[in-house]
């Protein structure tokens, strides 16, 4: 376990890179750039306001401010809805000022159908789909060695966790600091708030204070993408296996004719319904 911690801290040493940024730019049309993939999110589920309203746990009249683009979600809320869509946070924000932050990762609106397959499938559901493409490919590609060694976590396990969401974040950034070396005042003004709130983010116990928007805020200037701050969790381990799953089946559609793809897409789609 200490090996662990200390490859996890060597890993946040070596991305954290802060750097100072216009955040007035960057937030200019985020509140529409959410509310647009939601309302593409609750299509593709084939979802009505009031149905997905209640999955999320708030009003319709709360949830209709989301896709109007005038207010955030909670991150706890946003946490729980991850782990329900398979989505995961970075697609909430596509063709925001935030998109350069993620664009290495595999989060595309296209793939909106397989991203939600790679966090919710079974893994017998997984080996099924890829045995279906390397068939199309006549060749299998090397299985990563993160994808292989990661299990699927209980789901149980991984809601109990997130109601306590804001208490492992807190202990999450104070770790952060601890690891960077980075002072208080200083991280704050990384951030574009006060060391007040930010003294507020780390002394959390259940008050719904670390937003939407810092969890962005975090991951643009320091480089360190927000789910670190819940390493060692369940909640962690779900997000760590869909990353890698969906990577992999990046790769193989990537290499399949575009028909072939659109034929995956459609299978996965199909598996996603049966299991939401």
């Known amino acids: 376990m200490a090996q662990d911690l200390q490859a996890v801290a060597d890993r946040i040493r070596r991305y954290f890179k802060p750097r100072h940024l216009d955040f007035e730019a960057l937030e200019q049309n985020i509140g529409e750039c959410y509310a647009l993939n939601l309302r593409r999110l609750r299509a593709e589920?084939?979802?009505?306001?009031?149905?997905?309203?209640?999955?999320?746990?708030?009003?319709?009249?709360?949830?209709?401010?989301?896709?109007?683009?005038?207010?955030?979600?909670?991150?706890?809320?946003?946490?729980?809805?991850?782990?329900?869509?398979?989505?995961?946070?970075?697609?909430?924000?596509?063709?925001?000022?935030?998109?350069?932050?993620?664009?290495?990762?595999?989060?595309?609106?296209?793939?909106?159908?397989?991203?939600?397959?790679?966090?919710?499938?079974?893994?017998?559901?997984?080996?099924?789909?890829?045995?279906?493409?390397?068939?199309?490919?006549?060749?299998?590609?090397?299985?990563?060695?993160?994808?292989?060694?990661?299990?699927?976590?209980?789901?149980?396990a991984v809601r109990a966790e997130l109601d306590h969401y804001y208490v492992l974040v807190a202990n999450g950034l104070r770790q952060f600091r601890e690891i960077v070396q980075y002072p208080q005042e200083d991280m704050a003004a990384l951030l574009g708030t006060t060391q007040r709130t930010l003294s507020r983010y780390e002394d959390s116990g259940e008050e719904p204070h670390f937003s939407v928007l810092m969890a962005l805020r975090l991951w643009a200037s320091t480089g360190l993408a927000p789910i670190w701050l819940m390493h060692g969790t369940c909640f962690f381990r779900m997000r760590m296996l869909q990353h890698q799953r969906m990577g992999y089946l990046a790769q193989l559609l990537d290499d399949v004719p575009e028909c072939t793809q659109v034929q995956m897409t459609s299978l996965m789609r199909q598996i996603s319904h049966l299991t939401l």
Do not use: C, K
């Open 45 to 156: 589920l084939g979802w009505g306001q009031e149905q997905i309203a209640g999955e999320m746990g708030v009003s319709r009249t709360q949830y209709r401010n989301y896709e109007a683009g005038d207010s955030f979600p909670r991150m706890s809320t946003t946490a729980r809805f991850m782990q329900l869509t398979g989505v995961p946070f970075p697609y909430f924000f596509i063709g925001s000022g935030y998109e350069p932050v993620f664009s290495h990762l595999h989060v595309r609106g296209h793939w909106l159908p397989v991203q939600i397959f790679a966090g919710r499938a079974s893994d017998i559901q997984f080996e099924a789909v890829v045995d279906i493409l390397a068939e199309h490919l006549q060749r299998r590609l090397p299985r990563p060695e993160a994808l292989a060694a990661l299990t699927w976590p209980d789901p149980e």
